[in-house]
């Protein structure tokens, strides 16, 4: 006699890696941060910069710079000040984005195809700060899915096609005759592999759960997955890459199970 086990979102090891030819994913990130450094005054982190640029030039030739601001709200009024420079390094076709920062480097894309890639890209990127600081050590590392289902056909087929859990409001019985605007949840799940924090809405046109996310011009569902880990450890490029890939599996592993094989199929997936 045997058994099906239904496996839960946080057994990432046991979930089979499924290719998505056209997967939903509008937006995948992963970052290192680090503590406030003394050895990153203003003309040593210019230094800093300078050299690493020559590094990663070949793959990201694009530079830009944003200011990093925040809000400061007192009894007499809301300021806003800058807090630090981040500097912007793009791939020609600016779908790969590279962030560096006294506190932090960040691997951005809108176009993944796999997570051996990604972490070998972001690998690359951390062998040349690594080449080029002293960095004693890491206090956060993150690994990012973002997901947007928004196509009326698809939008349809939800119910068929996603966990019940993850439609909110939606999921009510008897709705034939009432419209949902929108519905979010939000919950931060502490497991032993790291934390996630995961995000799933139906929201209206033009509407996001992420407003440096443009919304689209029709009703959508997102999901979103951030696993990190708040552990210190040494900046050791593949230390940081075993975990950053620890972390992805943890964010695949609960995307896996919030979806049914309807949904992987048609998203270019072949499931048995």
């Not at 990130?29 to 210019?46: G, I, K």
């Not at 480097?105 to 690998?123: K, P, V």
């Not at 997901?147 to 409001?169: F, K, Q």
């Not at 939606?170 to 931060?188: C, F, I, W």
Request: hydrophobic letters at 35%; glycine letters at 6%.
């Amino acid at each position: 006699m045997s058994s099906t086990v239904e496996l839960g979102p946080f057994q990432p090891g046991e979930w089979d890696e499924v290719h998505l030819e056209s997967a939903p994913l509008i937006r995948v990130l992963a970052q290192v941060r680090w503590d406030e450094l003394t050895q990153f005054s203003n003309a040593r982190f210019d230094e800093v910069v300078q050299e690493l640029e020559q590094r990663v030039a070949h793959a990201y030739p694009i530079k830009g710079v944003n200011k990093e601001t925040q809000f400061n709200i007192t009894p007499q009024c809301v300021s806003q000040s800058e807090i630090g420079t981040v500097y912007r390094f793009s791939s020609v076709e600016e779908t790969w984005r590279f962030y560096f920062a006294s506190t932090f480097a960040t691997l951005e894309t809108t176009a993944y195809t796999s997570r051996d890639d990604f972490c070998a890209r972001f690998l690359d990127l951390l062998t040349a700060i690594a080449e080029v600081t002293s960095i004693p050590r890491v206090i956060r590392t993150g690994y990012r899915y973002v997901n947007r289902v928004h196509e009326p056909g698809d939008m349809d087929e939800l119910s068929n096609e996603i966990n019940p859990l993850l439609l909110g409001g939606k999921n009510l019985p008897g709705l034939d005759d009432v419209r949902v605007q929108h519905t979010l949840s939000e919950t931060l799940y502490a497991t032993s592999k790291g934390n996630l924090l995961a995000k799933w809405a139906i929201l209206p046109p033009g509407a996001s759960i992420d407003p440096t996310i443009e919304g689209v011009n029709t009703n959508s569902w997102m999901l979103d997955l951030d696993a990190f880990s708040e552990r210190k450890q040494p900046f050791n490029p593949s230390e940081l890459i075993a975990n950053t890939r620890e972390l992805s599996s943890l964010g695949y592993g609960f995307f896996r199970w919030a979806v049914d094989n309807p949904f992987l199929q048609r998203f270019g997936g072949s499931t048995k």
